[in-house]
Nanobody, 126 residues
Framework: QAQLVESGGGLVQAGGSLRLSCTTS????????MGWFRQAPEKEREFVAA????????TYADAAKGRFTISRDNDKNTMYLQMNSLKPEDTAVYYC???????????????????WGQGTQVTVSS
């Protein structure tokens, strides 16, 4: 059975850093790409970043560019999100997900992802 488990969330002051991890098991790591999404209270789930499985090519939301870095270690079946210069507006539950969709244009859409983790809370205080 496919499983994704996020970790690394927590409370941090504005300007601080956190590194999220997403460890996968089962068939999830064989997907075309993996992504990070986030959802703040009363807001829709939004795309943060994605990384392809084979070449490691990356895609970022505008809000993440220059501050966040997505990476993956295929040997460890783990994906990471390094978040620097955090802002209060980054506060959300962060989810990792796997997609088998090969069209990179769709990687920003939650509907393209078949498997999801349970989420990890990130809170940035001002």
């Amino acid at each position: 059975q496919a499983q994704l488990v996020e970790s690394g969330g927590g409370l941090v002051q504005a300007g601080g850093s956190l590194r999220l991890s997403c460890t996968t098991s089962g068939r999830t790591f064989s997907g075309a790409a993996m992504g990070w999404f986030r959802q703040a209270p009363e807001k829709e789930r939004e795309f943060v970043a994605a990384i392809s499985r084979i070449f490691g090519s990356t895609t970022y939301a505008d809000a993440a560019k220059g501050r966040f870095t997505i990476s993956r270690d295929n040997d460890k079946n783990t994906m990471y999100l390094q978040m620097n210069s955090l802002k209060p507006e980054d506060t959300a539950v962060y989810y990792c997900a796997v997609t088998s969709v090969t069209s990179r244009d769709r990687w920003t859409q939650p509907s393209a992802y078949a498997y999801w983790g349970q989420g990890t809370q990130v809170t940035v205080s001002s």
